[in-house]
């Protein structure tokens, strides 16, 4: 009964917050890495691209922190959550905005700026390649 998110003390939210950081970690090295090798191997498109999708991808993984974060804050003390949509909307308005001026002025390859957008994914197999190895060869498990 104790494994009720319900029940969560403070030990299993640093560990939590470990993933996070390890994530957001796995993310900034995906990113540089893709952009630097797109430096030396791509058209400067291909980079300006992964440099921007990757910078909103990082940007929107801060965002869906806070947000969370804010919304489990008011959760726990009881308070009725007072996020709009509005502000989940505008976080999309905000990249949408981004990729299409940087699209007009020609400046950005869309593929590579979707690709650098999906950085996350990377990181979470990156994660999950982490807690795979921990727990069939170490016989250990992270909560």
Known sequence: MNEIAHSVTGGELKSADGVERRILRSMI????????????????RVTTGLLLGGT????????????????LNMQETGAKPRMSLWKHALRYLVVGAAILVAYQLHVI??????????SFVVAFFIEALREFYFAIFRR???V
């Open 29 to 44: 090295v995906t990113v540089s890495v893709a952009v630097l090798l797109s430096a030396v191997l791509a058209p400067w």
């Open 140 to 142: 250990e498990e992270s």
């Open 109 to 118: 390859s869309l593929p590579a700026t979707f690709a650098g957008l999906c």
């Open 56 to 71: 909103l991808s990082l940007l929107n993984f801060h965002w869906l922190h806070g947000s969370v974060a804010t919304l």
